[in-house]
């Protein structure tokens, strides 16, 4: 990269890993990119799973998980660093709030206005420790969060993960220069909607490829 160049900013982007990454954590692997800076880079792998559903994690941390749409839902292998800790990669609260909201006023006629009540300042956060990521995503480190789910409420869309991915400064850059990674804009329906065995084939399919078409020798950065 030339002097002149600005650097690249993956950031809400996914990492498609090429034929020729044959690391096991990174195979086949999609990469959310939570973060990247000149600092370095910090993401979730979305499409390895791992044995646990989030009924097994919720027990595992004493809470009864109430969501039956989460329930067998699989934890994913987020990562080779910090195995032993959660991340919780879901959409705003703010998203959250006026999808139900939304959804409330299609199931509900009008009613007469009701006393004005205090309400959450969505744009300080809701949990103790939430990273919002440029795109519309937050991903969350704090038991605050889990707790919600149990109850009920937190997040419509989420994806829990054990461990993260990470690459020191410069290091991330090198391994797209080598052809180790794909790059795309990343389309969060492949996160929360999507079978995970399918998401590294429509993970592809952002770029109009197929998995057949690559080589180990071509990238896209």
């Not at 797209?176 to 794909?182: D, F, Q, T, Y």
Request: proline share 6%.
């Amino acid at each position: 990269m030339s002097t002149d160049s600005p650097p690249i900013n993956l950031t809400h982007h996914f990492l498609i890993a090429m034929p020729g990454l044959n690391d096991e954590n990174f195979n086949r692997s999609v990469v959310y990119l939570c973060e990247h800076s000149e600092r370095g880079a910090l993401g979730l792998v979305i499409n390895k799973p791992s044995d646990l559903d989030m009924l097994g994690l919720f027990q595992k941390v004493d809470l009864r998980l109430t969501r039956d749409d989460l329930a067998h839902q699989p934890v994913l292998q987020g990562g080779p660093v910090h195995t032993e800790r959660g991340f919780v990669l879901h959409e705003t609260m703010r998203a959250a709030a006026d999808g139900a909201d939304s959804r409330a006023t299609e199931a509900t006629p009008a009613e007469p206005e009701q006393p004005e009540q205090e309400s959450i300042d969505l744009d300080q956060g809701v949990y103790a420790s939430t990273l919002t990521i440029p795109g519309g995503l937050e991903m969350t480190t704090s038991r605050d969060v889990l707790e919600a789910l149990s109850n009920g409420a937190g997040p419509r869309k989420v994806l829990i993960s054990l461990g993260y991915s990470a690459w020191g400064q410069g290091q991330l850059e090198s391994e797209i220069a080598e052809n180790s990674w794909l790059t795309v804009g990343a389309d969060p329906q492949i996160i929360f909607d999507t079978p995970i065995e399918q998401r590294y084939e429509r993970a592809l399919s952002l770029l109009g490829l197929q998995a057949w078409m690559l080589s180990p020798d071509a990238g896209h950065a």
